[in-house]
């Protein structure tokens, strides 16, 4: 058994999968495999930020000569002090401009405009390179594609980009005393809920999978496996990896030669949760307990994923609370439980048992409680994976 600091350096040996070049368009939730610069200045132009009047000068009056639309070309035209062109938002703004007037402040007569307010010089105007400048950088290696940074690239005019490819993924759902939602409930059979809940927290974080389910047999799970590292870079197989005479998930890995990476951690929940790599497909096994199950995937199976994908920040982000009431445990496990975060206020949850998932209606962060220690009070610092 090893401790959940030697897990998380296991699986930061991971290796982002190679990179790739697809449209932006289509690259949402990946992430950048390569640095992106700027291939312009960006506004490319003066450009007004608002609608109203470019003009030349300081006066209280102007002369209208004109009018500039969005799209327009104005580098030909040059206002003289004391004249005024009617501008339009996001338009071009002639360099002989000393500011644009919001129209609000102006009235406007036959062929000529009255400021009826103060302003100042290079009000409203967006500055060429205002935003970035020609080969400046855009994005970092490791960004990830969000609307906003795809959006972004795609205003600079970024067509294609270099990302690391998506992991193909297999979720496998193990158990004879599953059945799905929909068929009676007949004594000794479960609801098999492990499958879509793992879907779902893959969805969530912009991944996609594909679910399959085996019965307690050694040659089906063997076979199914064999073909599903063949297919997937990542595997998440929810439960079977205990030490049960059912429980066929690490027999049938180690017949396939898969090395082991880790097998049982110092944790509660979650104990025997299992790591390993065959050629180049990782493979987790989870427990089978739901609640245990989806604590291992947000604590572990994220950073795995954000190992493959390339990714420079967790998609589970760690970060300090202070306790709202006194925690003890004893020593020898670290403590994953349950909790809920109010602005910087952590309490912990009821219903921390490995089979329950009816305290996620509350929960909004898992509490992390070391090992070694066995008592806390109220106010103390607690590390905390804050989820979606």
């Not at 470019?54 to 580098?75: H, P, R, Y």
């Not at 007949?186 to 793992?198: A, D, L, V």
């Not at 998932?357 to 509350?362: A, E, K, P």
Request: charged share 20%; hydrophobic share 40%; net charge negative.
């Amino acid at each position: 058994m090893i401790s959940v600091e030697q897990a998380f350096k296991q699986i930061d040996t991971i290796q982002a999968l190679k990179p790739i070049e697809i449209p932006l368009v289509e690259a949402l939730n990946y992430t950048l495999a390569e640095d992106v610069l700027s291939p312009i200045n960006m506004p490319p132009f003066n450009q007004s930020a608002m609608d109203g009047y470019a003009v030349n000068g300081t006066c209280k009056t102007f002369e209208l000569i004109g009018e500039i639309q969005a799209g327009m070309d104005a580098s030909s035209i040059e206002l003289k002090e004391g004249e005024a062109v009617r501008i339009f938002t996001g338009a071009m703004v002639p360099t002989s401009a000393t500011t644009v007037i919001r129209q609000e402040i102006v009235e406007k007569n036959e062929d000529s405009i009255s400021i009826q307010s103060n302003y100042g010089q290079n009000d409203n105007i967006r500055l060429a390179g205002e935003q970035i400048r020609l080969y400046e950088l855009a994005a970092k290696k490791g960004t990830r594609i969000s609307a906003g940074v795809l959006g972004f690239l795609v205003g600079i005019g970024i067509e294609n980009v270099s990302v690391y490819r998506l992991p193909k993924i297999a979720v496998i759902a193990t158990g004879n005393e599953l059945i799905p939602a929909g068929e009676k409930l007949t004594p000794g059979k479960i609801y098999e809920s492990n499958s879509h809940m793992i879907k779902a927290a893959l969805q969530s974080f912009g991944f996609e999978c594909k679910i399959h389910r085996v019965v307690d047999d050694f040659e089906a799970t063997k076979s199914l496996f064999a073909e599903l590292i063949n297919e997937n870079d990542l595997m998440i197989a929810a439960g079977g990896i205990s030490v049960g005479d059912y429980d066929f998930v690490g027999k049938a890995l180690e017949k396939l030669d898969t090395e082991t990476l880790f097998y049982k951690v110092k944790q509660k929940p979650g104990k025997p949760l299992y790591l390993g790599k065959n050629g180049s497909t990782y493979i987790f096994g989870l427990p089978g307990n739901p609640g245990a199950a989806l604590s291992c995937f947000y604590i572990y199976v994220s950073v795995a994923l954000a190992q493959l994908t390339g990714r420079k920040s967790p998609f589970v982000v760690p970060k300090i609370a202070h306790l709202v009431h006194d925690y003890s445990k004893p020593e020898g496990l670290t403590q994953f439980l349950k909790a809920n975060l109010t602005g910087d206020n952590l309490r912990i949850l009821s219903h921390q048992s490995s089979a329950m998932l009816n305290v996620y209606t509350d929960t909004n962060c898992i509490a992390r409680f070391e090992e070694k220690e066995t008592n806390w009070a109220k106010g103390d610092e607690i590390m905390i994976y804050q989820l979606l």
